[in-house]
């Protein structure tokens, strides 16, 4: 199945900061890119995720670009807030098959 | 309102019991999963399955069981054989795994 490697596993930057989480792949089949966020205590929920034929995507504070031929892909937070504190997750997925996260990001927002 | 729920939020279990893990959607999705979560930790893929009456082993199915008898519901049967099943536990389901997967909110178990 997919492998994905994600990182850094914790990162922790000043309020106001652009935060960035770099995932690998290994599966070039794959062609679905979410990404997730965990609140302690709760399921993750998805904040934005690209498709294969796109590069980059936006979504007012957040962005996500996806490099195919190198088989990676970041997520970029611009001017954090204490309340993007979480856990973030990335995942890349082929049609029918599961579904395979990374190990995780644990982002702080230092006020 | 449309959504997916698991039951309970807490669960204790002596050891040497078994114990199902409830998961219900009612969002009409195919596919369903379910993923355990140690502290600290990333999501592992236990199970999932595609579609009713079908279901595939996931990285760490040794322990656990489960059946998709309706298209609806997903339980997760945690085994005596499964050696160290305190765990947070997550259920998702989707369309199909190329669209955003939704998640319950998890149930926490404990082994006492």
């Known amino acids: 199945g997919e492998n994905v490697e994600q990182h850094p596993s914790t990162l922790s930057v000043q309020e106001g900061d652009s935060a960035v989480i770099k995932c690998t792949y290994s599966d070039s089949a794959s062609n679905y890119f979410p990404w997730y966020k965990q609140e302690l205590g709760k399921g993750p929920q998805l904040i934005i995720d690209i498709r294969s034929n796109v590069g980059e995507k936006k979504d007012q504070r957040i962005a996500v670009t996806l490099n195919k031929t190198a088989k990676h892909f970041s997520l970029h937070i611009t001017e954090t807030q204490p309340e993007d504190s979480a856990v973030y997750f990335c995942?890349?997925?082929?049609?029918?098959?599961?579904?395979?996260f990374g190990a995780g990001t644990r982002l702080t927002v230092k006020p | 309102d449309g959504g997916i729920t698991q039951s309970p939020k807490y669960l204790f279990r002596k050891e040497g019991q078994n114990v199902t893990l409830s998961c219900e959607q009612n969002l009409n999705h195919d596919a369903m999963y379910w993923y355990r979560q140690d502290p600290g930790q990333g999501l592992r893929l236990i199970y999932y399955?595609?579609?009713?009456?079908?279901?595939q082993k996931g990285d760490i199915a040794e322990g656990y069981s489960v059946s998709r008898e309706k298209k609806e519901s997903f339980p997760l049967t945690v085994t005596s054989a499964q050696k160290n099943p305190t765990a947070f536990y997550l259920c998702?389901?989707?369309?199909?795994?190329?669209?955003?997967?939704?998640f319950g909110q998890g149930t926490r178990l404990t082994v006492v």
């Open positions: 998702a389901s989707s369309i199909d795994s190329n669209t955003e997967a939704f």
């Open positions: 995942a890349a997925i082929r049609d029918n098959n599961d579904m395979r």
């Open positions: 399955s595609q579609i009713v009456n079908d279901f």
